[in-house]
């Protein structure tokens, strides 16, 4: 496995030689150069890493054009908000077995959903309201109150401090409520992250004022 592997690395080398601007090409004998390190045991990112290195970052007939940063950019959205969330959720660990609909809204996780959801949401925006008012703070310049709040729904996103938090509170209690508080986190951070998003993208927008 390994030496295959390494003779697609020699390929992907090559092509970085030659000055080959295909990014489907690379990819092609990318995924084999993967596969072949995850079946030999070891750690597949490598494989990642090398791929990435054998991208050329500048084509020389066209300057302005990166063949690697247009890679990055095709894939942002789709890792941001679909491959770390899973990845997230995959390492919370998180048995979805034997929780219903009644054991979600016991006192546990249905306090940590309404703390994380409803009360990082008031408080934030509460205190910016607060101090907008009384002068201490000023709008940021193009925003409206609606952009604000939504900014204050995505504040309910927690994980790895909400979970630090929790392992404390419980520690001597039992894994029983740590796993019901994880699932209180990640219920509240989607329903925050949906709602701010959906907020945020649907809020007028303000055009910043003339200089």
């Known amino acids: 496995s390994l030496s295959v592997a390494g003779s697609m690395l020699l390929i992907l080398f090559l092509l970085n030689r030659l000055k080959v601007m295909d990014i489907p090409t690379y990819l092609f004998f990318g995924v084999i150069m993967w596969a072949s390190v ?90 910016c309201w607060l101090f907008i008012k009384l002068g201490w703070a000023k709008m940021p310049s193009g925003t409206n109150w609606l952009q604000l709040y939504g900014i204050a729904l995505l504040t309910g996103i927690g994980f790895t401090m909400s979970l630090f938090i929790a392992s404390l509170a419980f520690e001597h209690v039992g894994q029983e409520y740590i796993k019901e508080v994880r699932l209180g986190i990640l219920i509240a951070s989607f ?13 007028p927008a303000n055009p910043p004022p003339d200089k």
């Open 38 to 127: 995850l079946k030999s045991g070891v750690h597949a990112t490598l494989a990642g890493v090398l791929l990435a290195m054998m991208i050329p970052m500048r084509d020389p007939d066209n300057p302005q054009r990166s063949p690697l940063l247009e890679l990055e950019h095709s894939l942002q959205s789709t890792v941001a908000f679909f491959i770390v969330p899973v990845f997230a959720f995959a390492n919370a660990g998180v048995p979805l077995a034997g929780f219903t609909l009644e054991r979600i809204l016991s006192p546990v996780p249905l306090g940590v959903i309404l703390g994380l959801f409803l009360g990082k949401q008031l408080g934030v925006f509460s205190a």
């Open 191 to 203: 329903l925050s992250a949906v709602a701010g998003y959906l907020i945020l993208r649907h809020a």
